[in-house]
């Protein structure tokens, strides 16, 4: 079985940046893609970043320029590095792997709070 642990998040000014970090424990063959969710209370999860095994990023429109994923394979680690943080990227975030033979993982979310 796999765990995910992120951390990172809390409580920043706008204009402020964070760095959350996502780590997995436990065994598995290899991780196909690796990604970064939000979500605020009565709304649906959305994607803001994933990275495939080959390194190509995505990202949604409302962080483009912002915000930028990357991952360590030798940690077993993705990271959001979160720059120029506004109220509305106020959310909780969870890290979601896709990993063989486990399938899609979910961490258990890190609250990010963008607030003066």
């Known amino acids: 079985q796999v765990q995910l642990v992120e951390s990172g998040g809390g409580l920043v000014r706008p204009g402020g940046s964070l760095r959350l970090s996502c780590a997995a424990s436990?065994?598995?063959?290899?991780?196909?893609?690796m990604g970064w969710y939000r979500q605020a209370p009565g709304k649906q999860r959305e994607l803001v970043a994933g990275i495939t095994s080959g390194g190509t990023t995505n990202y949604r429109d409302s962080v483009k320029g912002r915000f930028t994923i990357s991952r360590d394979n030798a940690k077993n680690t993705v990271y959001l590095q979160m720059n120029s943080l506004k109220p509305e990227d106020s959310d909780v975030y969870y890290c979601?792997?896709?990993?063989?033979?486990?399938?899609?993982?979910w961490g258990q979310g890190t609250q990010v709070t963008v607030s003066s």
């Open positions: 436990g065994s598995f063959d290899s991780i196909n893609v």
């Open positions: 979601r792997w896709i990993l063989r033979p486990w399938g899609a993982v």
